[in-house]
């Protein structure tokens, strides 16, 4: 984007339409390019990606719709890099760089990004990017869940900034080297295949939109389009009262030591049309891969600013300038280089609701009581003479917060996940040695309120084949808080019960738990936290929870027991 705004052209409001609109399809475009060529279930069923145009000062011109919420304009900093180690004169047409740097990324690197330069009549111009879960990355850790790792080197592959293709031709070594050390080399191999489609798809579209209307008129449409996000989110910054707002809640532990809580503290000072949200009083980093870098911490201030500011609008750089965070090195969520960062994501629910839970004074018209506050997900791997190597990844929807004006959703995923989905039952029964015996909401499990929180899940997988299993979950010990009166929702857990009679037993966390045939785990997730007393709930609603099985006869009497309470 050129600096000197006073050389750009002036826009007319239609061509700043057509352009806003412009970008964001492509991104969209790109997005379901991804989604179709993609290999594995966590892209093309969970949606678990991003895509997005970046400028060549790693600014997000444009992302998709629909993506992860914690993937919130982050991009940039792959591009960043790119810049600082090749120099804007060192990128050709044809070339596709790969990066899950730890560091620099600040994510588990299984989440890989690629991007491709953008040329215009010759000229560099921008940058087309997007973010893939790819299902292993080697390394010591097997899908999702794994508490084992405690430096990031033992947690696959490493890739900053590298040109897996150069001016279209590909790096053969990279690509051997990334083929010799994963365990599914041709699930990542042909997602990086769909990822790189994805931004030539995007540069091609970019580059259609600056040929029919010239490189400044564009440029000077995407600026006007960000100084009016910009306008949109201090105005609504600037209707919060002025003031500094504090909260503060904990995760169970960190996998390892699971004796010590980890303190989630955060600070909001609101100013004029100016939101800061302090991290320093946040749990220092663990020797665990729940630790998130500096680039993973701030999508946690970025989501919740973006649902409290410009739920609507699309997702440009224009709708974070008014957002300061700050984050010292060496916290939970700014782990120093080398730390483990394999659990990056789990810490951020419960940041985001305590984040929401320090407005809620300021704001208690808008502010839910706490969701199910984690990242549930499950991880069974194995091998079968018939299959082979498998490894079967899905997510869990849970709870969210009883709200002031309206009961809380049932068996929706995290805040962090946004419009993710889980795998449908009939395909993980297809391609894995599972049976799904259940799938159901679990009654009792929102907090009881004037407005119920939401219900969570109830999931069991039986196995066909002996395997292993991680578990963990979040809000295990510590529940989804209520708000104004309410109660508090219900807990995740899990149950294994043993095919030869062995007694059934708990499991909050663990990693490689060896199953054999036969074998079942059922996932109970956390119901959401209630919002207002629950005395206060109407009957009809009462009446139709009970009907509907969403809370049980015992359940009903908490409320009319709170009810009888209240009466003189």
């Known amino acids: ?10 826009t007319h409001p239609i061509t700043v339409e057509v ?15 991804l989604c179709k ?28 719709r629909g993506g992860l919420p914690i993937f919130l304009a982050d991009l940039g900093v792959a591009v960043e890099d790119a810049v600082a180690r090749w120099g804007l004169g060192g990128f050709l047409p044809g070339d596709v760089l790969i990066m899950n740097h730890g560091e620099t990324c600040g994510q588990h ?3 890989v990004v690629l991007s491709c330069p953008v040329f215009h009549n010759g000229e560099l111009v921008a940058f087309t990017a997007n973010r893939a879960h790819w299902v292993d990355i080697g390394g010591a850790r097997i899908g999702f869940g794994s508490s084992a790792t405690t430096e990031i080197f033992a947690e696959g592959l490493q890739m900053r900034s590298l040109k897996i293709y150069e001016a279209g031709k590909r790096n053969d070594t990279l690509w051997q080297i990334i083929n010799d050390n994963l365990r599914f080399p041709e699930a990542a191999l042909g997602d990086m295949r769909a990822q790189i489609a994805s931004c030539q798809l995007g540069a091609r579209r970019y580059g259609e939109l600056l040929t029919r209307y010239g490189r400044a008129t564009v440029e000077a449409c995407i600026a006007r389009v960000w100084d009016q996000a910009d306008a949109a989110v201090r105005k609504v910054v600037g209707e919060i009262p002025d003031g500094v707002y504090s909260a503060e809640s904990f995760l169970d532990n960190d996998g390892r030591d699971l004796e010590t809580p980890l303190k989630i503290k955060v600070t909001v000072r609101v100013a004029g049309s100016v939101m800061s949200i302090d991290f320093s009083e946040m749990n220092p980093q663990t020797n665990s891969p729940i630790n998130s870098g500096r680039s993973g911490g701030i999508a946690g201030a970025r989501v919740a600013f973006k649902a409290l500011t410009s739920p609507d609008l699309d997702v440009n750089e224009g709708c974070f300038r008014a957002l300061e965070v700050v984050l010292p090195e060496g916290t939970m969520l700014s782990a120093r280089p080398g730390a483990a960062l394999g659990l990056w994501s789990i810490a951020l629910p419960t940041v985001i609701d305590t984040i929401l839970k320090a407005l809620a004074p300021a704001l208690p018209a808008k502010i839910p009581a706490a969701h199910k506050g984690d990242m549930g997900g499950c991880s069974f791997y194995g091998s079968t003479p018939e299959r082979g190597r498998f490894l079967l990844m899905n997510i869990f929807g849970g709870g969210w917060g009883g709200r002031p004006h309206e009961d809380g959703e049932d068996a ?22 599972f049976i799904v015996e259940s799938h159901s909401l679990r009654g009792d499990s929102g907090g009881a309120g004037k407005h119920r929180g939401g219900l969570g899940v109830e999931l069991t997988y039986r196995c ?16 989804p808080w209520g708000l104004a009166g309410g109660g508090s929702g219900g807990t995740n857990y899990a149950v294994i019960r043993h095919a030869d009679g062995a007694p059934e037993r708990k499991v909050l966390k663990g990693t490689q738990i060896p199953l054999k045939a036969g074998d079942s785990v059922a996932f109970f997730t956390a119901g959401g936290g209630g919002y207002g007393d629950p005395a206060e709930r109407a009957r009809g609603d009462l009446a139709r929870d009970v009907e509907e099985g969403f809370i049980s006869s015992a359940g009903k009497a908490l409320y009319t027991a709170k009810a009888a309470a209240g009466k003189p």
């Open 19 to 33: 352009v806003r609109n412009a970008i964001v399809a492509y991104a969209d475009e790109m997005a379901n390019a």
């Open 37 to 64: 060529a993609a290999y594995n279930m966590m892209i093309y069923e969970v949606r678990d990606y991003c895509c997005g145009l970046i400028d060549l000062q790693g600014r997000m011109i444009s992302q998709n």
């Open 1 to 10: 984007m050129t600096q000197a705004r006073e050389t750009q052209p002036q």
């Open 412 to 433: 929706s995923v995290s805040v962090c996940q946004g419009d993710v989905r889980n795998s449908p039952v009939e395909l993980q029964e297809i391609r894995y040695p």
């Open 464 to 479: 066909l084949a002996p395997c292993q299993v991680n578990i963990n979950f979040e809000r295990t010990k510590l529940p």
């Open 109 to 111: 690197l299984n989440n």
